[in-house]
Structures are given as structure tokens and as C-alpha cells.
């Protein structure tokens, strides 16, 4: 699905007529740039938001049949592996250096940014085959001398089952980057569907015949995820049709390449900080299943429903995180990268950016720590009384800090769009330390709660520290006066959007069924939507002019990517 502005590239474009003179100061019509960063946030958060439900009716399903258990632990610790590799690897570092790369060949030579697609895809796929084999080889070996926990073996075989998908889902990430540089949003957004309804339709097989062991159903589900990212890949190929020539590589291509792996690794390290923090969560949640009871030589306090929880609440923060926070970042992306030799341009862009995230981010943070008690129940319905209570701590833990994960995906880019790589590298691997640092300390007294609490409170840090130095490696002062009083103009709205809420759920007699919980939050979350959208309408919030703002008549998205 397009915006209705785009067009099918047209000869000029592909032949980079509109090509800026490197290095050069360009001039930017600020408002048709403000307008196509509108339509674009609006297409992907559409789409992204249908992805989420879905993924949201997954994981209920799928909650629903494996529990705050072990068998719920090993299925979850197995999907992850593959998709910490696609945020890592396709969503994250290679993309976020390849598409700078590729936007700017562009400019030059259609063919030749032919060529860089074309040969990074190829080494993405023999790279991350090459990954998959050792990995398999690794785990088989566990599982020979290995101890033989049958939660242990489970959650192995399961990852072996479902660690093919990870060239799959790499690829299908950096052909989405393709298409968001062609100006279509559209089909990369609406990708994950595809995933979400298989596994959707593999979960209601064993809840509609129960007599379908939990391990069986597990084995069902995580069969249909590898067969998705099969249909994915077809559906962005498909999508590429007209706009990519794969073809072979000549020397000029094999250079660019070049150019991206070098800034691979270190915005491997600097996109992929909340990736490999949630790799180390991972690790830690299942420790009792795959280590032991013990660490350090004394009791651990996790258990074996620790990763399930974990793993399943987190997706509650990533919704609006998803739906929003990702939207904005990805839109924004490419216009960075187009107006990087333009500094008026890019820091409008930027501050945009950043505002439009703490618009959606803060209210969101405050809204989900105030209804977290009617969230867990109407989502985990068939988690113990004990899970309920433990995964309601772990979103007061992960909630507070949405707006700074949004922060950072736009934040970072910004750097990369300049082509540094090393700051936020060096700024993200300080957060992996202390994030594993607070992490061995907090478990202890929080237990998994203590792993979320550690991921948000790095967030906020890093967020924070990446915005100052913006100011001096970047020349852009991000955090302007206009957009610190348009901080606390959206501070105060969410603060009184939150107080309503807060109060809807105080006063409203304490649930006592599902029915009850569900009917509470649903009044709740609306009450709020209402309340926020109110005083953002009354009070002329500019964030949500530029929301509904489009761009100038004539204006092409695909012109805006490409000029």
C-alpha cells in the first residue's frame, strides 16, 4: 500500500537527474518536508498498528497455551533468538548503514544502487546461513553431552527448529529498507502480518483439539513462524517489482559495500543496544532452565516461569513502542540521510522527529504504568494468580521508559545519517555494561522485574547522554527552546491525562472477573485517548498539526526520497 502521492519512479528519478553536489548546502521546502514525514508516520503507524493487533492476538493465544511455564519460557527464549538476529542484523545495524549508503547511490546511479542491493542481500544470506549452520552444529552438541531437563531439551530443539528463520527475517528487514527508500511504506510495515496469522492459525489448532500435547502445539507453532518468513520474503520481492534490478556487482558496488560493512559493526553495537540488553534479559529469565538453580553458588531468585513472563509482558510496552515510536524513527530515517548536507533542513527534521516521539511516547509511558493491573489480566488469562501479579511489576518497570526507546531509534539514526558510527557505538556499549551490571544486582530483589527495570533505566540514560552529544559531534542543538517547551506542554498533558485515568481505575470497584478487568481497562484506555486528545486539540499542541499536516499539492514522496 502507497501514500496516495507516490508514484512508480519515473526515468529521471532512476537516473539521478536531482543528484546534489556532495558535500553542498541544499535548500529544503521545510513545510513539504514536514508534510511528507506527516504522511509517512501516518502510513507506517497504520499499518504497523494492524501488525501489532495481530501480534497481539498471537501472543494471547499463545500465552494461553503454554502459561507463565516452562514449555511457555522455551517457546518464547526460541522465537527470540532468531528475531534479536533481525533486529540486530536486518532492522538494526545493516540496515541503518546500508540505507545511507544505498540512498546516496542513488542519487548518483540507479543501476549502481541496483548493484549495492544486489550484493548486499547475497552477503547477508550466506553471512547469516553460515551463522545459522554453526549455531545448529553448536546446539546439537548440547544436546548430546548435555544434562537432559526436558524443559532444557525443548527450549533447544525448539530454537533449532526456528533459528532457520533468521536469514529469512534478516533479508526480509533490508528489502524493507529498499522499499522505505523508494518511498513505499506500505509493504515492509504490513510484512509481519503474514508471520502473526500463521502462527495465529497453528495456535488455534491445539485449543480447539486439546488433546494435542503442549510441546506438540509448541513444535506446530514455531513451524508455522518458519514458514512465514518464507511468504514474507515473497511478498517483498513482489513489492520490489519495477523498482530493483538484481543484478551483478562491478567494482564502484563492491566499494559501496565496503563502506557499509565498516560502519556495520560499530552501529551494530550502537542501534543494537536495547537488542543485545534483551539478548542478556534472555539469557539471565532462563538461567534456572538452562543453567541451573544456582549462580554465584547461591539460591537463584528466577524461576522457571521467569522468561515466560518476561517475555510476554514485554510485548506490552511494544506495542505502542511498535506502533509509534518505530514508525517515526523509520519514516524519519531516510529524510535525515537526504537532507544530511543540509543542516537547517536536518536539525528540522531531527527536532521533528524527536517531538513526534515524546508526543506518543510519554503518554504512553504514564497510561501503562496507571492501567498495568487490568492489562495483564485481560491479556494473560490463563497465567496464575502469582504471574499476574509478577508480570504487572515488570510493565511498572518497562513502561516508564517507552518515550526514551523511541528517543534513541531516532537519535541514533541521525548520527548514522551523517555516517557516525562510532558514537553511538561507544555510548551503547557503555549502556551494555551497566545494563548487566544493574541486571546481576536487581534480580535479586525484583527478579525479573529487576531485568526490565535495568533495560528501561539504561534507556532513559542513554537517551539522555545521546541528545547532548548530538550538540556538539552533530551541530544540532536538539533540544532547542521550542522543543523543551513543546516537551513540557506534552509533560503536562500526559500528567492530566494520567490523573484521569487514575482516577477511573481507583474509583471503579475492584474486578472480579475477566469480563470486569476487560470492561476497566477498555473505559480506561478510552478515557485517556479522549482526555490526551483533548488538551492537545485545545491547548494547539503543534505536535498534532504536524501530524495531520500533508504535504504541498504536487509534492511526491518518492520525489522528496530521491531529489
Not at 361 to 387: C, N, Q, Y
Not at 391 to 405: E, G, I, Q
Request: hydrophobic residues 55%.
Amino acid at each position: 500500500m502507497n501514500l496516495p502521492a507516490m508514484t512508480r519512479p519515473d526515468a529521471n528519478v532512476r537516473d539521478g537527474v536531482a543528484a546534489e553536489a556532495a558535500g553542498a548546502e541544499q535548500p529544503h521546502d521545510l513545510h513539504a518536508l514536514g508534510g511528507v514525514l506527516a504522511a509517512a508516520i501516518r502510513i507506517v503507524a497504520s499499518l504497523t498498528l494492524v501488525s501489532r493487533l495481530t501480534g497481539l492476538a498471537r501472543d494471547i493465544l499463545t500465552a494461553g497455551l503454554f502459561g507463565d511455564t516452562g514449555i511457555g519460557s522455551a517457546f518464547n527464549a526460541a522465537f527470540q533468538v532468531p528475531n534479536i538476529f533481525r533486529r540486530l542484523f536486518g532492522e538494526g545495524a545493516l540496515s541503518a548503514a546500508f540505507l545511507p549508503e544505498y540512498t546516496t547511490t542513488r542519487l548518483k546511479s540507479a543501476d549502481a544502487a541496483d548493484q549495492l542491493a544486489s550484493l548486499t542481500l547475497r552477503g547477508l544470506t550466506l553471512t547469516t546461513a553460515l551463522i545459522v549452520v554453526v549455531i545448529e552444529l553448536a546446539l546439537m552438541g548440547v544436546l548430546y553431552w548435555g544434562n537432559h531437563d526436558a524443559d532444557r531439551i525443548l527450549s533447544i530443539r525448539l530454537m533449532m527448529l526456528m533459528l532457520p528463520m533468521m536469514p529469512m527475517v534478516c533479508t526480509t528487514a533490508i528489502l524493507g529498507g529498499v522499499l522505505q527508500s523508494h518511498g513505499k511504506f506500505g509493504p515492509p510495515a504490513a510484512a509481519p502480518v503474514i508471520l502473526n496469522l500463521m502462527m495465529i492459525a497453528a495456535a488455534l489448532v491445539p485449543l480447539i483439539w486439546r488433546d494435542i500435547p503442549k510441546e506438540t502445539s509448541a513444535y506446530l507453532v514455531g513451524t508455522s513462524a518458519v514458514v512465514a518468513s518464507i511468504l514474507q520474503i515473497a511478498w517483498s520481492v513482489i513489492a520490489l517489482r519495477g523498482l530493483v534490478r538484481w543484478t551483478r556487482a562491478t567494482e564502484a558496488a563492491r566499494d559501496s559495500a565496503k563502506r557499509v560493512l565498516k560502519r556495520f559493526v560499530p552501529v551494530l553495537f550502537g542501534l543494537g543496544t536495547l537488542q543485545l540488553n534483551t539478548m542478556m534479559d534472555t539469557l539471565l529469565a532462563m538461567w534456572p532452565i538452562w543453567i541451573g538453580a544456582t549462580m554465584f553458588g547461591k539460591p537463584i531468585t528466577l524461576d522457571d516461569a521467569s522468561n515466560s513472563i518476561l517475555s510476554y509482558t514485554s510485548r506490552l510496552y511494544q506495542f505502542p513502542l511498535g506502533v509509534f515510536g518505530i514508525a517515526v524513527a523509520t519514516a524519519v530515517f531516510p529524510l535525515l540521510s537526504r537532507t544530511a548536507g543540509s543542516s537547517v533542513a536536518f536539525v528540522d527534521v531531527l527536532r521533528r522527529g524527536v517531538r513526534l516521539s515524546l508526543f506518543i511516547g510519554i503518554p504512553a509511558s504514564v497510561g501503562l504504568v496507571v492501567v498495568r493491573e487490568d492489562l495483564v489480566h485481560t491479556m494473560f488469562l490463563r497465567f496464575s494468580k502469582e504471574g499476574l501479579e509478577r508480570s504487572a511489576l515488570v510493565v511498572a518497570c518497562f513502561a516508564p521508559a517507552v518515550w526514551a526507546y523511541s528517543l534513541n531509534h531516532v537519535l541514533t539514526r541521525a548520527f548514522y545519517a551523517r555516517g557516525d558510527t562510532v558514537t553511538p557505538m561507544r555510548v551503547a556499549m557503555a549502556m551494555v555494561i551497566v545494563n548487566l551490571s544493574l541486571n546481576l544486582v536487581l534480580i535479586w530483589y525484583l527478579r525479573e522485574a529487576g531485568l526490565a527495570l535495568s533495560t528501561g533505566l539504561c534507556a532513559v540514560a542513554q537517551s539522555l547522554l545521546v541528545a547532548w552529544i548530538a550538540r556538539k559531534k552533530l551541530g544540532a542543538d536538539v533540544f532547542d527552546r521550542s522543543t523543551v517547551v513543546g516537551s513540557l506542554k506534552i509533560l503536562g498533558a500526559a500528567t492530566v491525562m494520567g490523573a484521569g485515568v487514575w482516577a477511573t481505575v481507583a474509583f471503579w470497584p475492584a474486578p472480579e472477573s475477566w469480563r470486569m478487568h476487560f470492561v476497566r481497562l477498555s473505559v480506561a484506555t478510552v478515557a485517556g485517548a479522549v482526555l490526551y486528545g483533548g488538551i492537545a486539540f485545545v491547548f494547539r499542541l503543534e505536535e498534532l498539526r504536524w501530524l495531520v499536516r500533508r504535504a504541498p499539492a504536487g509534492v511526491k514522496m518518492e520525489s522528496m526520497m530521491a531529489e
